[in-house]
């Protein structure tokens, strides 16, 4: 369990994410840099195993980086052996499993990066989702209250919303950042990601504040912590 401030987080798994700006004119601004990492599949890619499931999209498999001539190879991973190495849609059981993916189907790593999630404890206990005997990915990750790996760098924390076993949509998918700005003196630090835990919280309670009115249309939201790994074991990512 991560501590960060002295809150207590639990893993939420890792995953592969290209950095990328979206080119939404609101994030054309001086606060957002020009790379972004986010969990929120609208601004940044994230690998997800429906992509080889039928009908799948293998478009978007190789708009990631799957090379062609790995393309079949990755479906057949997809429909027959991911459960070794990853919950269903994006989540990694481990960094290393991460590392594994990366070098079987040769991607290039260029923008690439693992990313671990951490949930803070308060919210688990308060405004998480609803554990059942059917839950799978990230939230049976949750319920398993398990130590982040220790090799990653924090790089920030994000405020983006929960559902369908999958992160949605992030604060900056309602271009809030200038509000944050204005508001709190907020500014999203060199990965577009929110810099404390603090700022995260307070984020995040203005947003809750405003119910499901124009802030944000997409609830629950929820704050996370976010690491990045090593792509491979011996350089840094």
């Not at 079949?72 to 919950?87: G, H, I, K, L, V």
């Not at 700022?199 to 802030?215: E, H, N, P, S, V």
Request: hydrophobic share 35%; with cysteine.
């Amino acid at each position: 369990m991560e501590s960060q401030s002295s809150e207590i987080f639990y893993s939420g798994g890792y995953f592969l994410i290209r950095a990328n700006h979206p080119g939404w004119e609101p994030l054309e601004s001086e606060l957002i840099p020009p790379q972004l990492i986010s969990l929120s599949d609208c601004i940044c890619p994230k690998l997800n195993v429906g992509w080889g499931w039928i009908p799948g999209n293998p478009q978007r498999a190789l708009e990631f980086g799957i090379p062609q001539i790995k393309l079949e190879a990755f479906t057949n991973w997809c429909r027959t052996e991911y459960t070794q190495s990853m919950d269903m849609w994006s989540m990694f059981y481990t960094p290393d499993d991460a590392r594994a993916f990366i070098k079987r189907f040769d991607l290039d790593r260029e923008t690439l990066h693992i990313i671990g999630t951490a949930l803070p404890q308060a919210i688990e206990q308060t405004d998480w989702q609803a554990i059942n005997d059917d839950a799978y990915g990230i939230e049976k990750r949750i319920e398993q209250h398990l130590s982040v790996e220790p090799d990653g760098a924090l790089i920030g924390f994000e405020v983006v919303s929960f559902g369908y076993g999958n992160y949605e949509h992030s604060w900056l998918c309602h271009h809030l950042h200038e509000d944050a700005h204005q508001l709190f003196g907020i500014r999203p630090n060199d990965y577009g990601l929110l810099p404390t835990f603090e700022a995260a919280m307070t984020l995040l309670k203005w947003i809750q504040a405003d119910g499901d009115g124009g802030r944000a249309h997409h609830p629950p939201y929820d704050v996370w912590a976010l690491r990045t790994y090593p792509l491979n074991t011996n350089s840094p990512s």
